[in-house]
Every structure is written in C-alpha cells, then in structure tokens.
C-alpha cells in the first residue's frame, strides 16, 4: 500500500506531536481489519498506542495492484473510550467493518480515572465509536489539560 502525507500535514501531525509511522500503522492496520468509518470517500480509522489514540483521516484509491492512501489530517487524544451510552442521530458516516450507518451519539470516556459521557460517532452495532477531528483536537484537549492542571 501507498501512503502519501502532504507536506502541509506533515507539519501538521508533527506540531501535533504525532509521528508518521503511527500515521501509517493506523492506516495498514485499518486497511487490513476494515475497522474505520466511511463517508463520500473520506476515512477515518483509529488505533491505540500507547497512551493515546490516533486518528487518520484520508482518502484511499484502490488500483488493480494496489490501494493508495492520501492522508487529509491526523490527531489523538488521551481519552479511553468505553461503552456505548446512546446512538442519537444519523449521521454520514457508515461503519466499513460491519457496512451498518454510524450514528452521532455518547460513549464513555475516561481519563485519570474519571469517567464522564461524551459526543462520539459510534457503529451499534459493532459496538465501536469514533471521535471527530474539532471534538479531539478543542473540547478533549482542553478536557486532558484541565485534568493535569487539577492533578498538579
């Protein structure tokens, strides 16, 4: 498989504090589990490692011989990800692994031992969820420094 990264996200990942070989084995990973979610050929996957969990988001070109991925953005957050709490509202998004749509809705989310509940895309059915670029990278970033700040 083919993975370009821009140079304007890899600048991107790099202020992040994301390293490129995470970038690639979300997508492999991915690629080769179908675990991600889909939409107008957009795909978001996800993958622990470490303390963090990544996201790539990418466009994916499948040839006769090989796929090829363009990645459009890369981010984490610390947060574990728990159960499934609501499935709300449709969104447009459809779970690759089990081919169901993926709905707007909370799971729970821990950090430093405290659990609340919070917006995610999630697949019911495959009991997984997903968090969005503008939700990891504001409102849980501020969550994870306001929990060091207290822990301090």
Request: net charge positive.
């Amino acid at each position: 498989m083919e993975i370009t990264i821009p140079n304007e996200v890899m600048e991107l990942i790099a202020k992040r504090g994301i390293k490129e070989a995470d970038v690639k084995d979300v997508i492999e990973t991915a690629e080769s589990s179908n675990k991600k979610i889909v939409a107008n050929g957009r795909n978001i996957a996800k993958k622990r490692i470490g303390e963090a969990t990544i996201y790539v988001d990418y466009d994916l070109e499948k040839g006769l011989i090989r796929k090829h991925a363009t990645v459009k953005s890369a981010y984490s957050h610390r947060l574990a990800l728990g159960k499934i709490v609501n499935a709300t509202d449709k969104s447009d998004w459809v779970c690759a692994h089990c081919n169901a749509p993926a709905m707007y809705g909370h799971v729970e989310m821990t950090y430093m031992q405290v659990t609340r509940n919070g917006p995610a895309v999630v697949c019911p059915k495959c009991n997984d969820s997903w968090v969005e670029e503008y939700l990891a990278t504001k409102t849980l970033a501020a969550v994870e420094g306001l929990f060091e700040k207290k822990r301090a």
